[in-house]
Structures are given as C-alpha cells and as structure tokens.
C-alpha cells in the first residue's frame, strides 16, 4: 500500500490504520489469498486486535475491517462458495491491488517479526511471481500506449529531453 509516510497519493489513512490494513492484507495472502472471518480474527487477535474492543488508536479493528475497508475497496467480503451454515470471507479489494502489492505486504510482515522476506520461501516465490506478472502488464500497457501514438517511445522522450 502506498502508506501515507511514503509520499502516497492516498492519505485518507493515517499511518497506524494503515499499519493495521497491511497486517490484514499479510494474514489474508498468508492464508492463500482469502482469509475466513474466523482465521482472520485468530491472527489479529493473537496481536492483541479484538473485535468490538475498543483500540486506543482507531477505535473498533472489527468495524473499521468488516465495514471502512471494505467500503473504501480496500478489503472484499463475501460469502464462501457453498458454505452451509454461511461463512464468510475476506480477500484483497481492487484498490488493494493497485496500491500495493504481495512484495510489499510480505516486506511489511517480515519487519513484523524481525525477518526478511526471502525466509518464508513460499510466500517470497509468490511475491515474486506477482512482481513479474505486474512487470509485464505495465510493459504491454507501456508498448500498446506506444503502439496507439498515445505515449512517446523512450527514444523519442530522450531526444526531446536534450534539446
């Protein structure tokens, strides 16, 4: 996520509320890409955020996770395929995947606990790999605005920049 103290264009968020959106994002990508409801409150409470407990910082973890990020396109909830009783679940939004990546949720968990990425290989292979995917969309983006006149190519904007 493009936090606040990076010079982000999103600031709608304060550093702490923040902090706890990436420690979301972390338990959701560490359990596969979708969290329970259950799993994702065993891992937030285990660090000490409760459900209807007051935080000192930013008030109620559960409505500001189950309620503000999912409205602000941050987090998606819904129902589990074919759950009986409903369960239900929580993944990463869109505005999740355009203003961060696995990279840097993994980056963000590793300082958590005192590592580096690279000593949770599974995680760090799929971070990897979302890295590369990610590269090569902004290429063809880059090559099909090129190729539509839309976007000078790197030579053209190296000659215009020298003259």
Not at 3 to 15: R, V
Not at 33 to 59: M, P, Q, S, V
Not at 67 to 86: E, I, N
Not at 125 to 146: G, H, I, M, Y
Request: net charge neutral; aromatic share 8%; proline share 7%.
């Amino acid at each position: 996520m493009a936090l606040p103290s990076d010079g982000s264009p999103s600031d709608e968020f304060k550093m702490p509320t923040s902090g706890l959106l990436m420690t979301v994002l972390g338990a959701i990508f560490t359990k596969g890409n979708r969290a329970t409801e259950e799993e994702l409150w065993k891992f937030l409470n285990a660090l000490g955020y409760h459900a209807g407990k007051r935080h000192l910082i930013f008030g109620d973890p559960g409505k500001l996770i189950s309620k503000d990020f999912v409205q602000q396109k941050y987090l998606t909830y819904r129902q589990v395929p074919d759950s009986d009783p409903p369960r239900y679940e929580f993944l990463w939004g869109p505005r999740a995947h355009a203003e961060t990546s696995k990279m840097k949720v993994l980056e963000f968990l590793a300082k958590i606990i005192g590592t580096v990425p690279s000593a949770l290989p599974d995680l760090y292979e799929e971070a990897l790999k979302d890295e590369e995917e990610r590269a090569a969309v902004r290429a063809a983006a880059r090559a099909a605005a090129v190729a539509e006149g839309r976007a000078p190519s790197r030579a053209q904007a190296r000659s215009s920049s020298h003259m």
